[in-house]
């Protein structure tokens, strides 16, 4: 293999002049330039990124944590922050947690080993005191938490007006004549899924109309969620909902699948509006009423927001951006009921 040696050998410079090509810090004359690189390619050398890293102190690698990489809202997220990272030169390590706190603490770790420059973090549900986010952060690598923001932890953030948007849909499915609304939500332990049922409940409220708590059921936002609080929900001795709002794309499909295996069809047996939006929303049968999430943004608010901490430009306190949401209404929320379902 190759050295740094070689290279000033082959093109007959010194060690220190083929360094500083490399580096582009200390000018060098464009026919020197010219020939470390034409010795670089005839010797196939790549130079070490980590030795690099250890001399400049920065790897020039963001990492990505993300709690579900087959949910399809994440992986857009991920295309906008590799997005910002390309046109500056970052690479990026994405890491998915499922959902799961140990596994949160093990990708952060991983990613502090690695000398990675920062982190965007999606953080995952549950029992979590965010002493490992807090440790990371003491250890001088900014945290930018992107769509869920931890509790009682200072940090970066960029998520999107979960209480807005869910009030919007929620008036629509009333504004088409619903009374009885149920939502399933997502881990009341995270903020975005608890501000979207408040903004459920003002919604009834406004109108009129009182919430129960059996009408409230929490899910994890995982499809096959869906489909069984959805069949247990319409199988059960309770009066029947005749709208669902629920609180992400994958438990959307599973409710739409667990009503049909029930024979139920939407939008002629019960109406649906779901939060996240799908990539292809036209494909699916009906066309499903949805809160957008900008989903791309997120993920290129989140890094730009990063690489200004890097970059000493954010000197302030934690910069906390909400972007807004769009209501887009489609065919599986339209039709108006003269009764409730029984």
Excluded: W
């Amino acid at each position: 293999m190759a050295t740094i040696k070689d290279v000033a050998r082959r093109a007959g410079v010194s060690v220190g002049t083929a360094s500083h090509v490399l580096s582009g810090k200390v000018p060098v004359s464009d026919q020197l330039r010219k020939r470390v690189e034409k010795a670089m390619a005839a010797l196939d050398y790549h130079p070490s990124h980590i030795a690099r890293s250890l001399s400049i102190r920065r790897t020039h690698t963001i990492g990505i944590v993300v709690p579900d990489i087959t949910n399809p809202f994440f992986p857009q997220i991920i295309r906008g922050v590799e997005s910002v990272a390309a046109k500056f030169g970052f690479s990026t390590i994405t890491f998915n947690t499922d959902d799961q706190v140990d596994r949160e603490r093990e990708a952060l770790s991983f990613l502090r080993s690695r000398r990675v420059d920062g982190i965007l973090l999606v953080i995952a549900p549950g029992r979590n005191d965010g002493s490992h986010i807090k440790a990371i952060i003491k250890a001088g690598i900014p945290v930018v938490c992107l769509d869920r923001l931890p509790r009682s932890i200072s940090v970066d953030s960029v998520s999107v007006d979960n209480f807005s948007g869910a009030r919007e849909a929620v008036q629509h499915l009333i504004s088409m004549g619903h009374q009885h609304i149920a939502i399933i939500t997502g881990p009341l332990s995270l903020k975005n899924a608890r501000d979207r049922v408040r903004g459920y409940k003002s919604a009834l409220r406004e109108a009129g109309i009182p919430s129960s708590a059996e009408r409230i059921l929490e899910g994890d936002f995982r499809e096959e969620t869906g489909l069984r609080i959805s069949r247990d929900l319409f199988i059960s001795g309770r009066q029947r909902p005749s709208a669902l709002f629920v609180s992400n794309n994958l438990m959307a499909l599973g409710a739409l699948q667990g009503l049909s295996e029930l024979g139920l069809k939407c939008p002629d047996d019960f109406a649906l509006a779901s939060f996240d939006g799908f990539i292809f929303p036209d494909v699916f049968r009906p066309t499903l009423t949805t809160v957008v999430q900008p989903a791309y943004e997120i993920g290129v608010r989140g890094a730009e927001i990063l690489l200004q901490r890097l970059n000493g430009e954010l000197k302030s306190d934690p910069l906390h951006i909400e972007l807004s949401t769009e209501l887009r209404i489609k065919e599986s929320s339209l039709r108006r009921f003269n009764k409730v379902p029984t």
